[in-house]
């Protein structure tokens, strides 16, 4: 019973609206040799474990991504 959450943050520009929008959808990338792929099979991941992630612009300057995930399993 409860959650555990997680934030991952940095310090670049952050993320744009459409980037915000599209960042879980297979194939987008805003890297010229990026596949797209990291944060959809991520997402993926975390759903399978009953969890969730977004993605938010941090109010401090960067990227910010919170996971959820439950402490116990459900069946």
């Given at each position: ?54 993605a938010e612009n ?18």
């Amino acid at each position: 019973e409860g959650q555990a959450l997680f934030y991952i943050i940095d310090s670049g520009p952050g993320l744009s609206a459409q980037t915000i929008e599209k960042i879980f959808y297979p194939f987008y990338t805003t890297k010229k040799k990026g596949t797209g792929l990291g944060l959809a099979i991520a997402r993926r991941i975390i759903k399978a474990h009953h969890g969730d992630i977004t993605a938010e612009n941090d109010p401090q300057a960067g990227a910010r991504f919170s996971i959820i995930l439950p402490l116990s399993a459900k069946n």
